[in-house]
């Protein structure tokens, strides 16, 4: 029997984590970085954390001819909140969710978000007794998560979990997948020296302060009692609109925001994006790519901010295979056009996916994702 599941306090992502994965793989995808590629690899992925994060159905590995990455590839990226202030099992939830599509042409990568609140039926999972839920699916990582275990053994089941209500709802499979670490996260971006950012809307902070003297603080936003931790005459970090280079701590919290934007979570998602599409970039200039130094500097932080799942392809396969992908060639897609599409159940506000947005998902899943956009062109958001 199911079960409906109320709402749960929880604090924007540490959403990050998925960036890491995206500009350190597209930084090795670039033609130019190709060069002495085989040199790194073996420092980039000796520390990377890998098993097997898919498991069953949602895994390519299981169709006819296994994993096969000579045709479309999807990848499916995981940014957790794990809650470390009174945290609980239950309060682990998958905050963000990406799939990385890449097509069979192999020239062009394609980020496509899926709403952290659409309203879904989370299948049975056997491992744990789980019988299944109709909740938010970024609530399926939290089902899968409970139970004993270690730590990864926990987060793989969790991410297994949400990749299986993910193939069940759309029917995509994946190639690859990962769970991004924030403090991995962070640390590519200061290796990287920043990105450079455009803030499209002025976006206030619920998760850092600043005092008269620019001193920042870090600060603690509990729902329902706002922003905590704030010191006396330190306000919240306010993003004004315009470009600009930002920080790896400033750029985090500007793709974090979704409270003060006036399209919320989409703005969020739309940003997420845009920090992915910078550190690819960043990840891909000559600054970094000319310079050996910087460049293996770079790879060994990313190869410690990521729990990895390639389905048995080797990493420089995966590498070599899609090097045409560039930085430059990334979409950035968003699901209902943008637009809200909210039911509200029991006072709890869920979010439902049109019926465009359910056909672009089988765009993805047939590899005939830029056909769907050049008949829909209001589904690529703004770079």
């Known amino acids: 029997m199911q079960v409906e599941r109320g709402q749960r306090r929880r604090r924007d992502p540490l959403w990050a984590r998925i960036t890491v994965v995206a500009g350190a793989v597209l930084m090795m995808l670039s033609g130019t970085a190709i060069v002495g590629v085989r040199v790194v690899i073996g420092s980039a992925t000796s520390n990377i954390e890998t098993t097997n994060l898919l498991g069953g159905e949602a895994a390519a590995a299981q169709r006819p001819g296994g994993n096969n990455i000579k045709g479309a590839v999807n990848l499916l990226l995981v940014g957790i909140d794990a809650r470390p202030r009174g945290s609980s ?102 290796e990287l020296g920043g990105v450079n950012m455009c803030v499209d809307e002025r976006a206030e902070s619920i998760h ?40 790896a701590q400033l750029a985090l919290d500007y793709a974090r925001i979704r409270k003060s934007l006036s399209d919320g979570d989409y703005g969020r998602q739309r940003h997420q994006q845009q920090l992915i599409k910078a550190i690819a970039k960043e990840a891909t200039s000559k600054g970094v790519i000319t310079n050996p130094l910087k460049l293996n500097n770079v790879i060994k932080a990313a190869g410690k901010a990521f729990i990895l799942d390639t389905q048995g392809i080797p990493v ?36 439902q996916l049109n019926a465009e947005s359910i056909q672009m998902l089988a765009a993805v899943r047939d590899g005939t994702l830029s056909d769907f956009l050049l008949s829909h062109p209001q589904y690529v958001a703004k770079a």
Not at 96 to 117: F, G, M, N
């Open 316 to 351: 420089e396969d995966f590498i070599f295979t899609l090097r045409g992908v560039a930085a430059n060639d990334l979409v950035l897609i968003k699901t209902n056009a943008g637009d809200f599409n909210t039911v509200t159940l029991g006072g709890v506000e869920y979010q």
């Open 208 to 247: 850092l302060g600043i005092d008269k003297k620019g001193k920042i603080y870090k600060l603690w936003y509990k729902e329902g009692v706002g922003i905590q931790d704030l010191p006396a005459g330190a306000k919240p970090v306010v993003h004004e609109k315009g470009c600009r280079r930002m920080s």
């Open 89 to 190: 099992e239950t309060s682990v939830l998958a905050d963000t969710i990406i799939v990385l599509h890449i097509p069979a042409s192999h020239d062009q990568a394609y980020l496509v978000s899926i709403p952290r609140d659409w309203r879904v039926d989370i299948p049975a999972y056997d491992k744990i007794g789980f019988s299944g839920a109709t909740d938010k699916i970024n609530a399926a990582f939290s089902y899968g998560y409970q139970g004993g275990g270690t730590e990864l053994e926990k987060r793989a089941r969790g991410f297994s979990l949400l990749a299986h209500t993910i193939n069940k709802l759309t029917g995509i499979t994946f190639n690859g997948a990962a769970i991004i670490d924030f403090g991995g996260f962070e640390a590519v971006v200061k």
